[in-house]
């Protein structure tokens, strides 16, 4: 039901943006974000929005490099990311609350995508 595109490999410093569409269902009041997954670490919250994109949250490893957006009529969501480094390595998910206010807490999604490898080389 969402599907993440953009991700890749870039050097250090780079940008990268990534897009998550959903598909056979609309997420338009729906809270959203972006996680990652990094080998042998737990998922953590890398950004959120509410409905409809009024409100942002970003961990604080990525505030100032990274924007997530939402377009509500296309029932599509983007992280811009720029400054890229290797510690961003990951698998990026796109997720969708049930719920339309900020969330940041992992139990509040119930949607996910499959992912989508964000490699940053030095």
Not at 1 to 27: D, K, M, N, P, Y
Not at 74 to 88: F, G, I, R, V
């Amino acid at each position: 039901q969402l599907i993440e595109s953009g991700g890749g490999l870039v050097q250090a410093g780079g940008s990268l943006r990534l897009s998550c569409a959903a598909s056979g269902r609309t997420f338009g009041s729906n809270a959203m974000g972006w996680f990652r997954q990094a080998p042998g670490r737990s998922r953590e919250l890398v950004a959120a929005i509410n409905w409809p994109g009024s409100t942002t949250y970003y961990a604080a490893s990525v505030k100032g490099r990274f924007t997530i957006s939402r377009d509500n009529a296309k029932n599509t969501m983007a992280l811009q990311m720029n400054n890229l480094k290797p510690e961003d390595t990951a698998v990026h998910y796109c997720a969708a609350s049930r719920f339309s206010g900020l969330q940041i807490g992992r139990a509040a999604y119930d949607y996910w995508g499959q992912g989508t490898q964000v490699t940053v080389s030095s």
